[in-house]
Nanobody, 123 residues
Framework: QVQLVESGGGLVQAGGSLRLSCAASGGTFRSYAMGWFRQAPGKEREFVAVISWNGGNTYYADSVKGRFTISRDNAKNTVNLQMNSLKPEDTALYYC????????????????WGKGTLVTVSS
């Protein structure tokens, strides 16, 4: 069983930046692909970004490509999401997850989930 705890959410103006972090414990972190997902009010949870076990591969949803960067530190059991040029439509609860899916696609799902961190982008 993997425990995941997200942090770094908050309120930011449009055009600003935030850096989300996810700390993992339990399991074998360095063997998992890790992903970020988000759920906006009244909408279904959606895929945001994923990174392979060694950081060598990443994939992003079209809506965040070029603005968000996912990274990981296997020595610290952390995965991060740097979010730049934020837009009001990025407002959501952001979740970290152990991810499974197909590389080159957005068809990723979470196996273990954190409780989320709230990001609010004001216009």
């Amino acid at each position: 069983q993997v425990q995941l705890v997200e942090s770094g959410g908050g309120l930011v103006q449009a055009g600003g930046s935030l850096r989300l972090s996810c700390a993992a414990s339990g399991g074998t972190f360095r063997s998992y692909a890790m992903g970020w997902f988000r759920q906006a009010p009244g909408k279904e949870r959606e895929f945001v970004a994923v990174i392979s076990w060694n950081g060598g591969n990443t994939y992003y949803a079209d809506s965040v490509k070029g603005r968000f960067t996912i990274s990981r530190d296997n020595a610290k059991n952390t995965v991060n999401l740097q979010m730049n040029s934020l837009k009001p439509e990025d407002t959501a609860l952001y979740y970290c997850a152990v991810a499974r899916g197909g590389w080159g696609t957005s068809t990723w799902s979470g196996v273990y989930w954190g409780k989320g961190t709230l990001v609010t982008v004001s216009s």
